[in-house]
């Protein structure tokens, strides 16, 4: 572009340059979810057995199953059955559940408070401990191989292993805390979801701390940092100052997308602890073949996950000038 | 360049790689190798047959007959996570063939077209990023019907992109490099350069990769069978031997759980820290 023209557009190639990489992480995000709902919604529509059957019996006349098939909309191409749902799915209709007899919104409800409550609370344990640990460990050198072997193992825990050794020793032998369900209220619900919560952050923590031990070691030996020791700065204000608030980017971008799939972690974790929120009701509805149920909670799981992810590219171009220029992460 | 300094510096370097062993990695990968073993060996050296029941011994704890005790329908607990180690790594052995297999010819094939082949790839790519694995696994058992091969190829597919972004990467730094003109304009075909050159160079990557991945598939393999969508009872495997294990845990015996999960998180921990040696050796950190 010459400079005559430059000069010309300059509030348009702002706006631009600007706006572009926003509609370009919006519209990333928005697409993943389209493309992920659509394959979801074929692949549950192509599998054998007939949802017909279930609803009419097995001994119906051939007029009833059509009829039944063209009241479920059965008798429309998988492209326009895949529209309706999506319509209905932007006003909080799901259809119904085949085994509960229930409409998938009013299951899912009730129980996506809990699944919230438990995410909250890892994300929590996650951010706090992970952060402070890696920080711990990346600032202070001697202790770094202490905490580094602790992250190698914490990362190597899968979460169901962590709940049942929980439950063993914190529920059963020493019944500090309830072995099964979610609690009623604000405080039992914290008694109830504590173990899993810690299950749930488990690895994820070492993983944060992993991330956040190896940026602020990055950090630390940078010139700026050493600059300042030298200028005889306290070396807490050092810390704070040049090395954390550096550090954090990738910290934030680490935390962010592990507490996004924290929502499928629910899943094991719920299972595991006899939560029910919309983890373990996914698990449930599997082997029954809900696919009304399997379809929402599948593309709950997908969209919180991509909103996050969005939500955090968004966040880094604001905090980070250089992926403004280069737009958006990768 | 002359061949005399070159030489030196090589002496150099192996004399020193030859001091350094690096004790970790060699304690990481004799461990790795003593569970291959162990799952190829398992089932033979177990004492009693895994599934045979003895409804008069059941639920008991550690004894001289059965070392780590029997489950709640009295099959010895210690034969079961012997034959088990063989599907435990079998599941997680084959989704590292596949994803590592699939995500090279990816990865490879993204470097060297460039252009839209990459651009395609890559928005295929970030779609799969956003399904975690566990979910993958759920929906494949909701369409397939829950078994150990819908547990293992969804999986493999999920573990598809993690392999192609490294592989890629480092397949384009190869790229980029004069041979690859050198061969081009001596009139080797693209497939044999990629083949023979491009993916001789990136396959300590490639193997780095495959061993951290398979600490993961582990992980998730295991998830897939505790939750009912894995390997299916009675046979034995360490994440469903979790999942059996925790009637027993509210009577207070851990032994099930506890000894199915350590011998995960023990495999685990050892494949992640052969595979980061790995990694770092090659200079192909993440």
């Not at chain 1, 070492?206 to 700026?224: D, F, K, L």
Request: hydrophobic letters at 50%; charged letters at 15%; proline letters at 5%.
């Amino acid at each position: 572009m010459d400079s005559a023209t430059t000069s010309q557009n300059t509030v348009f190639a702002r706006a631009v340059r600007v706006g572009w990489p926003i509609v370009r992480i919006i519209s990333g995000a928005g697409g993943t979810a389209l493309v992920t709902s659509f394959v979801t919604f074929a692949a549950l529509a192509f599998t054998p057995g007939d949802p017909v059957s279930r609803v009419v019996g097995e001994r119906a006349t051939d007029e009833q199953r059509a009829a039944a098939r063209h009241a479920l909309g059965l008798d429309q191409p998988i492209p326009i059955r895949f529209l309706r749902w999506l319509g209905n799915a932007l006003h909080g209709d799901f259809g119904r559940s085949i085994t509960y007899r229930q409409d998938v919104s009013s299951l899912i409800a009730p129980r996506i408070s809990t699944t919230l409550f438990l995410v909250v609370m890892a994300a929590v344990i996650i951010v706090v401990v992970g952060v402070a640990l890696g920080a711990f460990g990346g600032w202070h050198g001697r202790w770094r191989p202490i905490i580094s072997a602790m992250i190698g193992v914490g990362i190597s825990i899968p979460s169901f292993v962590a709940a049942s050794v929980l439950i063993g020793t914190f529920a059963v032998e020493l019944g500090w805390f309830p072995t099964y369900g979610a609690g009623q209220g604000f405080l039992d619900r914290i008694h109830h979801l504590t173990l899993p919560s810690i299950a749930l952050s488990l690895a994820w923590t070492a993983y944060v701390a992993q991330i956040t031990m190896a940026s602020v070691r990055e950090e630390a030996g940078r010139e700026h940092v050493e600059t300042a020791v030298g200028r005889g700065l306290k070396p807490s204000l050092v810390f704070r100052r040049h090395v954390l608030r550096n550090a954090s980017l990738p910290v934030l971008t680490a935390s962010g997308l592990t507490v996004a799939g924290l929502v499928a972690g629910a899943v094991v974790v719920e299972t595991a602890f006899g939560v029910d929120g919309i983890g373990s009701l996914l698990v449930k509805s599997v082997p029954n073949k809900d696919y009304p149920v399997v379809m929402a909670i599948s593309m709950l799981i997908v969209v919180i996950f991509v909103t996050v992810a969005a939500l955090l590219d968004l966040a880094q171009m604001v905090l980070d000038p250089r992926a403004r220029a280069a737009g958006g992460r990768r | 360049m002359t061949a005399v300094p070159v030489s030196g510096v090589r002496l150099a370097r192996i004399s020193t790689a030859a001091r350094r062993i690096d004790p970790i990695l060699a304690t990481a990968g004799v461990v790795c190798a003593l569970l291959v073993l162990l799952a190829i060996a398992g089932p033979w050296i177990a004492p009693f047959p895994p599934n045979q029941t003895d409804v008069l011994a059941a639920s008991q704890g550690p004894s001289a007959t059965h070392l780590l005790g029997t489950d709640s329908i009295g099959r010895d607990i210690l034969s079961r996570l012997l034959a088990g180690a063989r599907l435990s790594f079998l599941g997680p052995g084959i989704i590292v063939v596949l994803s590592t297999t699939l995500g090279t010819l990816f990865g490879i094939a993204c470097a060297w077209w460039g252009g839209f082949v990459d651009s395609m790839l890559t928005k295929a790519f970030n779609v799969l990023f956003a399904i975690p694995g566990i979910l993958m696994a759920l929906v494949a058992a909701a369409v397939f019907g829950a078994g150990f091969w819908a547990a293992v190829l969804s999986l493999s597919l999920v573990y598809v992109p993690y392999v192609a972004r490294v592989i890629r990467s480092a397949a384009l730094q190869e790229r980029r490099r004069p041979y690859v003109e050198a061969c081009q304009l001596a009139g080797m075909s693209g497939l044999r350069i990629c083949s023979r050159h491009v993916f001789g160079n990136v396959q300590p990557v490639v193997v780095a990769q495959a061993t951290v991945g398979f600490g993961s598939a582990l992980m998730d393999f295991g998830a897939a069978s505790f939750l009912g969508i894995g390997v299916q009872p009675p046979q034995a495997e360490w994440g469903l031997m979790v999942s059996d294990g925790r009637t027993e845990l509210l009577n207070g015996a851990l032994q099930q759980s506890l000894s199915a999960g350590a011998l995960i998180v023990l495999s685990v921990v050892a494949f992640n820290v052969l595979g980061e040696r790995l990694s770092d050796r090659t200079g192909a950190g993440r």
